[in-house]
């Protein structure tokens, strides 16, 4: 085993906490759902970038290149400031949803260079310019442009000519799972000298604004150790923690509090508050920050000048550790050593997780897309309960939000860390985005993955009704029902690795997958003709009508994804009911249920209805969704799209091996292929075995694929 996997062992049998810490601060708290209390739902318009400096976020926080512990009560982030800038630059930014010409897009240049599964290392890059951030610029540039005009990106202003930009490198190596190495490389890719205020970043989420009595911890500086400034961490959880930052920097406090002067025109008696060190050093207000040295945000204030092409390098460390004053300086000694020991622990990692044949290249593109999925975790915090009505220190939201987004999902608690589609752009999981996430997740830790999968399925999760939550803004959309595919490739991507599959959690999930299939079921068939409909089903703008939404017409849709999902959702656990079969001879009833559901499904794609209505289309070789309207009359939809290609997705084979096990289950295999020919014949002939007598499931026959592609 490398050290890493020795990590991950350590980590799943609970005896060491590696995955405590990790990547875990969101890129974008602002414009979500979560800090969304407006009367009408306008999350992006609530809460915007410009107002997140000085408002304390309720339910996440956020930053550049940071972490934070897994229920992020201590984050950790980079700051900076150019000298130029009317703000610090401590989120990335980016465009609303109505300020983009394309809608909402992060406009900043940062890259995932590298992690480990457990984050015992990280590397990340930011690009930051030496002239002003164009904020206005980007936002006027863009909501002057129509929707068929290309995007006015932050490369087009100009602010990077001649490379006149900072490269800020930050790593991260952890010495043990709580002794967390922090160093940051600053390089000068100008032809000039240039000037930077680098400002690392410490502070708590805001966890005792919202109820009375909550425990407020505290940040204060110590005394100084050998070359370093100190700050010691003081939180109930965790009790003394220190930051050590290397080279005697300025230390600076303020308060994690909202600024309501800035805000709302009034003042709620908070001396100092979340845009305190912001204030200090961008305007040098002095009394922005606490003389005393004391708060709940601090920051180490490193005032860099390099030369063109010259690099600085700053280190911290963020640990359990109490050092003594008379010690040795905390950010040397073993600190470059422990850095190149976890970087060559990650180049063991990769190169037994990576596929032997490829070149040099494909390696490394493989391992930094693999690190970018392990950076996208997030901390991700919805009390629906409480976000619907409010909290007691708070004014009370909109007495319409009772009935409105998401209200129908008041047992829903989130409190986890989950793998997010992007941390600016969707700062928010969606159960199908999660579900693809996992398979690749599963080649460099299929613990995560397989936790991944189990948590949508919980009861804090899924709805009871068996619906799995979709995404915050609007839980009650409805995503294609992949989640039993993933978990079949999971278990089979682990079993491949180790030799023996963990049949424990592919039982765990078909259970859980039983209540979500008959919700599908029962919900998404109208007329109960196994054709289903669902909606936007993840293709944004896919056909002539908007398809979660009541059609002018009236009727419904039937759509051809949708049916073709269905087909693939019975496919995917009739694979696992036969694998937990070998086993458990019961799981074969349950297997022949989901094989006589499919040839249902696949009858009705390709032949219920007349010629005009069905789902295939045989006078153009193509499936399309059919809108049934209400006096019965059925009309094809002819929008050839992703829609008609889906049935290919619904494919399976039986081995040979497998039926041979399972006499139960072939008997009744048998039994249905010489009864019930007028289901039989409209998937690929079951009487016709492939290799090594082999047969397969699709919804298409010979002739149809051959049209289709």
């Given at each position: 085993?490398?050290?890493?996997?020795?990590?991950?062992?350590?980590?799943?049998?609970?005896?060491?906490?590696?995955?405590?810490?990790?990547?875990?601060?969101?890129?974008r708290a602002w414009g979500t759902v979560r800090e969304d209390y407006s009367p009408y739902g306008t999350a992006w318009d609530f809460l915007s970038h410009d107002q997140a400096r000085s408002k304390a976020y309720r339910w996440g926080e956020d930053g550049i290149g940071g972490i934070s512990d897994r229920h992020q009560l201590i984050c950790f982030a980079v700051s900076m400031w150019n000298g130029h800038d009317q703000i610090l630059k401590e989120r990335i930014f980016?465009?609303?949803?109505?300020?983009?010409?394309?809608?909402?897009?992060?406009?900043?240049?940062?890259?995932?260079?590298?992690?480990?599964?457990?984050?015992?290392?990280?590397?990340?890059?930011?690009?930051?310019?030496?002239?002003?951030?164009?904020?206005?610029?980007?936002?006027?540039?863009?909501?002057?442009?129509?929707?068929?005009?290309?995007?006015?990106?932050?490369?087009?202003?100009?602010?990077?000519?001649?490379?006149?930009?900072?490269?800020?490198?930050?790593?991260?190596?952890?010495?043990?799972?709580?002794?967390?190495?922090?160093?940051?490389?600053?390089?000068?890719?100008?032809?000039?000298?240039?000037?930077?205020?680098?400002?690392?970043?410490?502070?708590?989420?805001?966890?005792?604004?919202?109820?009375?009595?909550?425990?407020?911890?505290?940040?204060?500086?110590?005394?100084?150790?050998?070359?370093?400034?100190?700050?010691?961490?003081?939180?109930?959880?965790?009790?003394?923690?220190?930051?050590f930052c290397n080279g005697m920097p300025e230390l600076l406090f303020t308060e994690n509090e909202t600024?309501?002067?800035?805000?709302?025109?009034?003042?709620?008696?908070?001396?100092?508050?979340?845009?305190?060190?912001?204030?200090?050093?961008?305007?040098?207000?002095?009394?922005?920050?606490?003389?005393?040295?004391?708060?709940?945000?601090?920051?180490?204030?490193?005032?860099?000048?390099?030369?063109?092409g010259e690099s600085k390098t700053i280190k911290l460390r963020l640990t359990d550790l109490e050092i003594p004053p008379e010690n040795s300086d905390p950010c040397n000694g073993k600190f470059d050593a422990t850095f190149n020991e976890r970087k060559r622990e990650a180049d063991e990692f990769y190169d037994s997780v990576t596929p032997k044949n490829l070149s040099q290249d494909a390696k490394a593109v493989m391992r930094q897309a693999l690190s970018g999925l392990l950076w996208s975790k997030q901390f991700y915090y919805?009390?629906?309960?409480?976000?619907?009505?409010?909290?007691?220190?708070?004014?009370?939201?909109?007495?319409?939000?009772?009935?409105?987004?998401?209200?129908?999902?008041?047992?829903?608690?989130?409190?986890?860390?989950?793998?997010?589609?992007?941390?600016?752009?969707?700062?928010?999981y969606a159960a199908w985005d999660l579900a693809f996430h996992c398979v690749p997740l599963a080649i460099v830790d299929s613990d995560f993955a397989k936790d991944q999968l189990v948590l949508l399925l919980r009861e804090w999760y899924m709805?009871?009704?068996?619906?799995?939550?979709?995404?915050?803004?609007?839980?009650?959309?409805?995503?294609?029902?992949?989640?039993?595919?993933?978990?079949?490739?999971v278990y089979k991507i682990e079993k491949r690795r180790n030799g023996k599959g963990d049949t424990k959690f592919l039982e765990r999930v078909f259970h859980k997958l039983l209540l979500n299939f008959n919700w599908w079921v029962n919900r998404k068939d109208a007329e109960g003709r196994n054709v289903f409909q669902g909606g936007f089903l993840g293709l944004d703008n896919i056909g002539v009508f908007d398809r979660s939404a009541a059609l002018p017409t009236g009727g419904h849709i039937e759509q051809s994804d949708g049916t073709s999902w269905m087909g693939m959702y019975c496919l995917n656990m009739?694979?696992?009911?036969?694998?937990?079969a070998s086993e458990d001879p019961a799981y074969e009833d349950v297997?022949?249920?989901?094989?006589?559901?499919?040839?249902?499904?696949?009858?009705a794609m390709n032949h219920l209805g007349d010629e005009r209505s069905r789902l295939w289309n045989e006078e153009d070789g193509f499936y399309y969704d059919v809108l049934c309207l209400p006096d019965g009359t059925g009309f094809p939809m002819k929008v050839r799209s992703m829609v008609g290609l889906i049935p290919l997705f619904a494919v399976e084979t039986l081995e040979p091996e497998t039926l041979r096990k399972m006499?139960?289950?072939?008997?009744?295999?048998?039994?249905?292929?010489?009864?019930?020919?007028?289901?039989?014949?409209?998937?690929?002939?079951?009487?016709?075995?492939?290799?090594?007598?082999?047969?397969?499931?699709?919804?298409?026959?010979?002739?149809?694929?051959?049209?289709?592609?």
């Open positions: 085993m490398t050290k890493e996997e020795i990590r991950l062992q350590q980590s799943r049998e609970r005896r060491a906490h590696w995955k405590r810490w990790g990547p875990f601060l969101s890129e980016g465009l609303t949803g109505s300020e983009g010409n394309h809608g909402e897009d992060v406009k900043e240049y940062y890259f995932y260079l590298d992690s480990t599964p457990t984050h015992s290392y990280m590397k990340y890059l930011y690009k930051y310019p030496h002239a002003e951030f164009p904020y206005g610029r980007l936002v006027e540039e863009n909501r002057r442009r129509g929707k068929d005009a290309p995007e006015f990106e932050l490369m087009d202003s100009g602010v990077f000519d001649e490379d006149r930009y900072f490269d800020v490198e930050i790593e991260y190596a952890k010495a043990t799972p709580e002794d967390i190495l922090i160093r940051i490389n600053v390089t000068n890719r100008g032809p000039e000298t240039a000037d930077l205020h680098l400002l690392p970043t410490i502070w708590f989420r805001n966890t005792w604004s919202w109820q009375g009595g909550a425990p407020r911890p505290s940040l204060r500086q110590t005394q100084d150790v050998r070359n370093a400034s100190a700050i010691q961490l003081c939180q109930a959880a965790y009790g003394h923690r220190w930051l600024n309501t002067r800035r805000l709302y025109n009034y003042q709620n008696g908070t001396r100092h508050a979340k845009d305190g060190i912001n204030d200090y050093v961008v305007h040098g207000v002095k009394d922005a920050v606490n003389l005393a040295k004391s708060g709940t945000k601090a920051a180490a204030h490193y005032r860099l000048t390099l030369g063109s919805y009390d629906m309960g409480s976000w619907l009505k409010g909290d007691p220190a708070e004014p009370p939201p909109p007495s319409d939000r009772l009935n409105g987004r998401n209200s129908q999902w008041t047992h829903l608690y989130n409190d986890d860390i989950i793998s997010m589609p992007d941390k600016w752009e969707y700062p928010w709805h009871p009704n068996g619906q799995l939550p979709a995404y915050e803004w609007a839980f009650g959309d409805v995503n294609p029902p992949v989640h039993a595919w993933a978990a079949w490739r009739l694979a696992i009911a036969m694998e937990l297997a022949t249920k989901f094989w006589e559901h499919f040839l249902y499904i696949a009858h006499s139960g289950f072939k008997r009744r295999l048998e039994w249905f292929i010489e009864n019930r020919k007028d289901l039989i014949g409209n998937v690929a002939c079951m009487r016709t075995p492939g290799k090594a007598e082999r047969r397969m499931l699709p919804i298409l026959h010979r002739d149809q694929l051959r049209r289709l592609l």
